[in-house]
């Protein structure tokens, strides 16, 4: 089955400094790569994602890569803010393969003033 | 408010009792999932259901079993409960049933295993 490897495990940065986070997959078969942000005590929630046929998405502050040869993927959070601050989970899943959505262990990203 | 509601929010149960957990979404979604959350490990499949009267097996299946007799229900039950089991538990559905769509998260049930 598929895997992903999720890293750096924790991750604090300088408000308005930028943050990456990397996800590496093992199936090559994935053709859909969401990122979700969890806020603490509260539910994760989409922020942004990509397929396949496309290399690279932007939504204002953030942006997702996808290297499809390398089989891997990364989030961009420009300009961070202390809202920034939450469990980030990297997933990757493929059509047809059941539903199966597979997560990342989670990023904890701290934004300190 | 359209979503996701689960119940209990919260539990304590003695090793080896019977628990389900509820899930029940108002979106219409056609696919349900059950994960499990666990520092370190981030979320795991346990069960998924595509559409009513069908459902599969995730990554983690061992220990619950779910139905889904509607499009809006979906329970999990732990038919005899173990420490091990302790976790966050997120029921999530999607409109499209290829797992390639957003998945739309309830609030998560903590459940504590004694």
């Known amino acids: 089955g598929e895997n992903v490897e999720q890293h750096p495990s924790t991750l604090s940065v300088q408000e308005g400094d930028s943050a990456v986070i990397k996800c590496t997959y093992s199936?090559?078969?994935?053709?859909?790569f969401p990122w979700y942000k969890q806020e603490l005590g509260k539910r994760p929630q989409l922020i942004i994602d990509?397929?396949?046929?496309?290399g690279e998405k932007k939504d204002q502050r953030i942006a997702v890569t996808l290297n499809k040869t390398a089989k891997h993927f990364s989030l961009h959070i420009t300009e961070t803010q202390p809202e920034d601050s939450a469990v980030y989970f990297c997933?990757?899943?493929?059509?047809?393969?059941?539903?199966?959505?597979?997560f990342g262990t989670g990023t904890q990203l701290k934004v300190e003033l | 408010i359209a979503g996701i509601t689960q119940a209990p929010t919260s539990q304590i149960l003695a090793a080896g009792r019977r628990m389900t957990l509820r899930c029940t979404q108002d979106?219409?979604?056609?696919?349900m999932y059950w994960y499990r959350q666990d520092l370190g490990l981030g979320l795991r499949l346990i069960h998924y259901?595509?559409?009513?009267?069908?459902?599969g097996k995730g990554e983690v299946p061992d220990g619950y079993s779910v139905s889904r007799a509607n499009t809006d229900d979906f329970p999990l039950t732990l038919a005899s409960a173990v420490p091990s089991q302790t976790s966050v538990y997120f029921c999530?559905?999607?409109?499209?049933?290829?797992?390639?769509?957003?998945?739309?998260f309830g609030e998560g049930s903590r459940l504590t295993v004694l």
């Open positions: 999530a559905s999607s409109a499209r049933r290829e797992g390639t769509g957003e998945l739309f």
């Open positions: 199936d090559s078969a994935s053709n859909y």
């Open positions: 990509i397929r396949s046929n496309v």
């Open positions: 997933a990757a899943s493929f059509t047809g393969g059941g539903n199966k959505l597979t």
């Open positions: 979106m219409r979604h056609n696919a």
């Open positions: 259901s595509n559409t009513a009267g069908t459902t």
